[in-house]
């Protein structure tokens, strides 16, 4: 069964402005407009979406590069947390996000799929084209 997907959205800002939002608490908060708690250090913890996201950020590379462990409210307690890489590529006053997520527990990857469009890229275009 299907337990990954990669997603690829533009947004028309720096790559340093959507890492550093991602890594911190009233950055997440405002480019998703749902309250977040972010420890933006290699091992820091995060929630986002009212505790409905949770998870560790593994491996941090400036402007470049966020691995994190990932799992929601969804997961059972037998399941093992995905894996979230967000990849940024600045080019022309434009960034391109890769955000590849895997491990993801059986039959939840189209659902998370949907919400990662949803509930980060769709307002995070908003937010950074304003």
Known sequence: MKNEF???????????KIYSSWLST??????TGSPAKV????????TAWD?????????????QRILQ???????????NDSLVEILFEEKNG?????????SIPD???DGYKK???DFYFKPMKEYFER
């Open 6 to 16: 990669t997603l690829i959205e533009t947004f028309k800002t720096s790559a340093e």
């Open 26 to 31: 009233t950055g997440h908060s405002a480019m």
């Open 39 to 46: 420890d933006g250090r290699a091992r820091g913890e995060f």
């Open 51 to 63: 505790g409905y996201i949770w998870g560790t950020f593994l491996e941090l590379t400036e402007n």
């Open 69 to 79: 462990t990932w799992r929601t409210s969804e997961f059972s307690e037998d399941d």
């Open 94 to 102: 434009q960034t391109k996000v890769t955000l590849i997520h895997t």
């Open 107 to 109: 039959q939840q990857a």
């Open 115 to 117: 919400g990662w469009d």
